[in-house]
DNA sequence: GCAAAAGTGTTTAACTTACACCCATGC
DNA sequence: GCATGGGTGTAAGTTAAACACTTTTGC
């Protein structure tokens, strides 16, 4: 260990972000098509370079923010990624870090503007870099997460029905989930706040729609107490 | 996004290493006497810059090695701290990996010309930078992955017995197990071996020994199955 | 009236927790 | 013979899993 600064390496930091949205059917992620080299023209997640002036988390969130038009989303730093060769045009590290938005919400323009586009998890393309591996590892992150607390609000609109939350698990646990179960779950940990009116889009009869209680929420589910779905 | 790596800025990132020890009482952490400036005679993690050349499990490794004499030590990256000015000399960033070792096998020669010292978690001091942090998270982190899989035989000699390794999960999570309970659930998993000796040290009766199998850990425990302690 | 999704409880099985006594040995 | 830590099983409680029918309403 050397006691002089000057003397060490200096790296070009990357931040990549994995977006997670949600459809009402699958669970998607929002990838970009790169315009410039290396790798113009390919598939790729969305990211850009530290600078000095900012931390990680500041990166990120202004990553996001251009492309979304959204702060205040909810995001984790994953992992930092650093194999030697990663990208070939330069030795450049990467920390990942995952985002959950509600699909809905996002500004479309910007979107257009940087050629992005959702797809389903498993209809996703090849992604350049180490980006594919990105993605398996939040995918595998969030469904930690998912299985052991509320997670995912974020990625439905305010009031959302029961059977959209459920459908919400169900694609990122990737396996079907007991109607009656998930309900008895989900009312146990009080959390969420029954409303009055009723969604009629998917159904005759329509369901009541729920909204996410961020009160309950802190006052039942704080101190790390986890839950299993 | 710009599409010119030279208009970007680089950084020096730092790798700090939080060793975690068991000497069959305490979970202890191995900090160094810092021996050069800033902060020069504080207490630390062992730590040392990323080179061109390594990836950040080099990296750790390397630092790992040049401190303990040992290299294929259980370690994982925990995250990457990046707060503007944590390092006052200048704007660093930091990847914190934890690892776990045999308390009993380092070397000792190399720890004293270190001015290395294990502490145990609640009687460690304070600590540079935003070092405390970093370990805090790495005890959370530790936590979680105790009573998710059986993590920790790392820390324990090659032969140890029921109880060390009861006392050593009880000091991962800081709390007392039900004996019984334990050798029950460890016993469920079918990933040690009874051996036919005895260790006589502890007790008059003496207690059998077991080692970890990592055969029978593949077969039985792989594919991410869990348990709980 | 019928198709389509919503809503609702109970029984069974699995797992987790709590708990107390005898054993072997060295001194 | 007694003090010390080692070793062992069961019953009760809790939690998770499996399961099917009725309701509403637009067409």
New binding site residues.
């Given amino acids: 260990m050397l006691n002089n600064y000057n003397a060490e390496d200096k790296v070009l930091l990357a931040v990549d972000c994995i977006i997670f949205g949600f459809d009402q059917e699958d669970l998607k992620i929002l990838l970009i098509k790169r315009d410039f080299e290396p790798e113009k023209g390919k598939w790729s997640l969305i990211g850009g370079f530290l600078k000095m002036t900012e931390t990680l988390d500041d990166a990120a969130n202004r990553i996001l923010y251009h492309l979304t038009g959204f702060d205040k989303i909810y995001m984790e730093q994953l992992y930092n990624f650093s194999k030697i060769d990663r990208d070939p045009a330069e030795r450049t590290l990467s920390v990942a870090y995952y985002a959950l938005i509600n699909i809905e919400d996002h500004d479309e323009k910007l979107i257009e503007q940087y050629s992005a586009k959702w797809f389903s998890i498993d209809e996703a393309p090849s992604l350049i870099f180490d980006h594919n591996q990105m993605v398996q590892k939040a995918i595998l992150r969030l469904r930690r997460r998912a299985i052991s607390k509320p997670i995912g609000f974020e990625l439905l609109p305010e009031k959302f ?3 959209q939350l459920q459908k919400l698990y169900e694609s990122i646990l990737d396996e079907e989930l ?4 998930f ?3 989900i009312n ?1 940990l009080d959390i969420l706040v029954k409303l009055e009116e ?3 889009t ?7 729609l729920y909204q996410f209680d961020k009160e309950k929420y802190d006052r039942n589910v704080e101190d790390g107490i986890t ?3």
Same sequence: chains 1, 2.
């Fill in positions: 029905t029961m059977r007991d109607k009656r179960n309900i008895n779950k146990a009723k969604d009629m998917s159904s005759r009869k329509g369901s009541y839950f299993k779905i």
